[in-house]
């Protein structure tokens, strides 16, 4: 069956990096686009951007260009999301989610708390 | 940016009862609007795509309707494991924007 599992939740303090992932499995990881979401607590959601797993090309929100980076290790279908330079108000939760003809499958979440 | 108004915020329901959620676009997406369960810990599940259509496994009390630019989804006789958020997206243009979730509880 199709999934998408997120590594664990993180704790970092301020000015830190954080590497989040996404393995894919069930299908043929290069033939769908991966979208990251966020959410903060209390907030809504937000969509961060997506990745072509077939080129490697990411594309960002403009609330998200700068210190995030979307990647790959398509070997491993993995997708992952770099956030540099944590701030306070990067604490949230971060979802990857599957594109087809649509938004699909998501991962589970994970969630990033930033903090002194 | 497209914005997308969902209603209500939270909503108490008895078992058995007929439950609508709204999202409205700003402005004409077509049918391009997806609906998406929640539970607590858990990834978000589609419930309905291109607003009308049945994601495959889902039980067909969930039905998505859409006039315009608004949408609905309507749950035919609430179950307990319905209990959850929901939420809309709207996939017509870029970004991608969401509904603020709708908060379904058991009266």
């Known amino acids: 069956q199709i999934q998408l599992v997120q590594s664990g939740p993180e704790l970092k303090k301020p000015g830190e990096s954080v590497k989040i992932s996404c393995k894919a499995s069930g299908y043929t990881f290069t033939d769908y686009a991966m979208h990251w979401v966020k959410q903060a607590p209390g907030k809504g959601l937000k969509w961060m951007g997506w990745i072509n797993t077939y080129t490697g090309k990411p594309t960002y929100a403009d609330d998200f260009k700068g210190r995030f980076v979307f990647s790959l290790e398509a070997s491993a279908s993995t997708a992952n999301l770099q956030i540099s330079n944590l701030k306070n108000e990067d604490t949230a939760t971060y979802f990857c989610?599957?594109?087809?003809?649509?938004?699909?499958?998501w991962g589970q979440g994970v969630m990033v708390t930033v903090s002194s | 940016d497209i914005q997308v108004t969902q209603s209500p915020s939270s909503l108490l329901a008895s078992l058995g009862e007929r439950v609508t959620i709204t999202c409205q676009t700003s402005?004409?997406?077509?049918?391009?609007l997806n609906w998406y369960q929640q539970k607590p810990g858990q990834a978000p599940m589609l419930l309905i795509y291109y607003a009308t259509s049945l994601q495959t496994g889902m039980t067909s009390r969930f039905s998505g309707q859409y006039s315009g630019r608004s949408f609905t989804l309507t749950i035919t006789s609430l179950e307990p494991e319905d209990i959850a958020n929901y939420f809309c997206l709207q996939h017509y243009s870029a970004p991608l924007t969401f509904g603020s979730g709708t908060k379904l509880e058991i009266k």
């Open positions: 402005q004409s997406i077509s049918n391009n």
């Open positions: 989610a599957r594109w087809g003809t649509t938004v699909d499958y």
